[in-house]
C-alpha cells in the first residue's frame, strides 16, 4: 500500500496548486487523476505545454521533485475506512494510505435535454472542444455553440482552432445581464485581455444573445438547429453537423460526499462545504477548485495553494492566497449572476424527450413524480453508469430535484476492484 502525506484527488489547476504548495513544504505528495496526463480540463493534455506559465511551473517543479508521486489513469472509487481509498487502473486497483487529503475533483458540464438532444453530432460544448484537443478531425465541419457561460466562447475558440467553421455562438443570457457582466470585468483586468484574445480569435463569428436552442433536426444524425432569438418571432434554422451545447458547470461534489463531507448551496449549485483553510467538515478531508463551486482557474488556483498550505502544516502562510481567493470569489459571484439559466430552458423538453440517456427515461415518465428518490425507484433514472451525473444535473433544473445519497463505488468500477 502507498502511503503519503498529503493525497490530492485531480491534477487540475487546484489539485496541482496544492500538491505543490503541500510539496515544498515538505510533505511526501501522492496525486491521484484519472486523465493519462495533468492539467485537469483547461490544461488538458498536460499542464507542461500550456501557454499558461503557471501551469507549467507548477507541472514542472512537482515532476522534477522526489517528495511527489502522480498517479495517472487511477480513479477513486470509494473509502473502505478513514485514512484509506481504493483506487482502480486499467489494469489493476490499490488502496492508498494518507494523513491529509485534498479533493480537487473539478466540475462537469450541465447537458440540459430538448427535442432531439440525443442524435449523434450532438455534444457538449466542453466534451466536443475535449475531444478536439485528443485529435478527433473536425476539419471543414459546421459546428454550432450553444448554452450559456464563458466556456462556449473558449471551446468555440479551440474548435475554429482545429479547422472547424462555428456557425454562430447561441448564448441564452440576456443582453443587459452580459453588459453587467462585461462591466464588471474591469475588476479583473486579466479577464479582459483574455476575452479581448477571445474576441481576435472569434473575429466574424455571429454571437447570438438571448438566443436559445429548441430542437436538434437530422435523419439519424445531426443536419440542422432551431433556435430562438428572443423579440425575434420566428424560430430561425441553422444547418450544421455539430451542436456542441452546455449550460454551464456542475461541480463534482460525489466523492466528497462519499465521504461524509457536507455540502452547501451556493449560488444555486450544491457545492463541498469548507472553512477558511479550505477543510471540510470531515477531519483531514480538504477540497479546493470548482469542487467547492465554480469560478475558474485563477479561483482554482488561490483555493489548491490554501488547502495544500493548511495540509502540510503552514496555514499561516496563507494570508496572500486568501486574497486571491476572496478576489475570484466577487468574479464566481458576477459570473454566476450573469450565466443564471432562464425559465424557457426548462419547457423545451416534450414528453417523449428522453432525460436520463443511460436507462431511456423520458420527460413524459419522469414528470409527474415529486422528487429524485421516487423517481429514481420507480423509472430507474439516474440507475445506469454514470448514476445520475447527467439527468441528475437535468433534473435539478427541470423539476428542481437534488439527488439524494450517493451510492458506492462512486463511479464504475471491475468487480475485481471490490473484492480485493
Ligand atoms: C469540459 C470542460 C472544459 C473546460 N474548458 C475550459 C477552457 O477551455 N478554458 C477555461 O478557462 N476553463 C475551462 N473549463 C473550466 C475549468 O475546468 C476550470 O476553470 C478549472 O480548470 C478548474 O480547475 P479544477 O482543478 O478545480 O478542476 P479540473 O481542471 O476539472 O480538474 C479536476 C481533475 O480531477 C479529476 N477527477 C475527478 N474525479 C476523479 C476521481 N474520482 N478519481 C480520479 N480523478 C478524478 C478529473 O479527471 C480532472 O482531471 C472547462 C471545464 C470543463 C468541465
Not at 228 to 243: A, W
Not at 306 to 328: C, D, F, T
Not at 333 to 346: G, M, T, V
Not at 405 to 410: D, K
Amino acid at each position: 500500500m502507498k502511503r503519503f502525506d498529503v493525497l490530492v484527488v485531480g491534477a487540475g489547476p487546484a489539485g496541482l496548486a496544492a500538491a505543490h504548495a503541500a510539496m515544498t513544504h515538505g510533505a511526501q505528495v501522492g496525486i491521484v487523476d484519472d486523465n493519462p496526463l495533468a492539467g485537469g480540463q483547461i490544461w488538458r493534455g498536460g499542464a507542461d505545454i500550456q501557454p499558461d506559465q503557471r501551469g507549467q511551473r507548477l507541472w514542472n517543479e512537482l515532476r522534477d521533485s522526489r517528495r511527489m508521486i502522480f498517479l495517472p489513469q487511477t480513479r477513486v472509487l470509494y473509502s473502505p475506512q478513514p485514512g484509506h481509498l481504493q483506487v482502480q487502473t486499467p489494469e489493476a486497483s490499490a488502496a492508498l494510505h494518507y494523513n491529509k487529503l485534498i479533493l480537487a475533483t473539478g466540475a462537469r458540464e450541465r447537458l440540459l435535454p430538448f427535442p432531439g438532444w440525443t442524435l449523434p453530432g450532438v455534444t457538449g460544448a466542453g466534451g466536443l472542444q475535449a475531444l478536439s484537443k485528443g485529435g478527433y478531425p473536425l476539419q471543414g465541419k459546421r459546428v454550432v455553440v450553444a448554452g450559456s457561460g464563458p466556456l462556449l466562447l473558449a471551446a468555440a475558440a479551440t474548435l475554429r482552432s482545429k479547422g472547424a467553421h462555428i456557425v454562430a455562438i447561441v448564448e441564452q443570457a440576456a443582453t443587459p445581464a452580459l453588459l453587467r457582466f462585461g462591466i464588471g470585468l474591469l475588476a479583473t483586468p486579466s479577464k479582459i485581455t483574455q476575452a479581448l484574445h477571445l474576441g481576435t480569435q472569434l473575429r466574424g463569428v455571429p454571437y447570438l444573445r438571448n438566443s436559445y436552442v429548441l430542437s436538434a433536426h437530422g435523419d439519424g444524425t445531426l443536419q440542422s438547429v432551431q433556435i430562438q432569438r428572443t423579440g425575434v418571432p420566428e424560430v430561425e434554422t441553422l444547418q450544421c453537423d455539430y451542436l456542441a451545447c452546455g449550460y454551464g458547470l456542475l461541480p463534482n461534489v460525489e466523492l466528497a460526499q462519499a465521504l461524509g463531507c457536507a455540502t452547501a448551496s451556493h449560488n444555486g449549485q450544491t457545492v463541498v462545504k469548507v472553512g477558511d483553510m479550505q477543510r471540510t467538515t470531515v477531519p483531514d478531508i480538504y477540497c479546493a477548485g470548482e469542487g467547492t463551486g465554480v469560478g475558474g482557474v485563477d479561483l482554482a488556483l488561490a483555493e489548491g495553494h490554501i488547502a495544500g498550505l493548511a495540509a502540510s502544516g503552514h496555514a499561516n502562510e496563507a494570508q496572500e492566497a486568501m486574497g486571491r481567493r476572496a478576489h475570484w470569489r466577487k468574479f464566481a459571484d458576477r459570473l454566476a449572476r450573469a450565466f443564471a439559466l432562464r425559465s424557457e430552458l426548462r419547457t423545451l423538453a416534450g414528453d417523449d424527450t428522453i432525460v436520463c440517456r443511460c436507462e431511456d427515461v423520458c420527460h413524459g415518465d419522469l414528470r409527474t413524480h415529486t422528487g429524485w428518490r421516487s423517481a429514481k425507484l420507480q423509472t430507474r433514472c439516474g440507475m445506469g453508469p454514470c448514476q445520475g451525473r447527467i439527468c441528475g444535473g437535468a433534473t435539478e433544473v427541470l423539476y428542481g430535484w437534488r439527488p439524494d445519497a450517493v451510492r458506492l463505488p462512486i463511479s464504475p468500477a471491475r468487480i475485481a476492484s471490490m473484492i480485493e
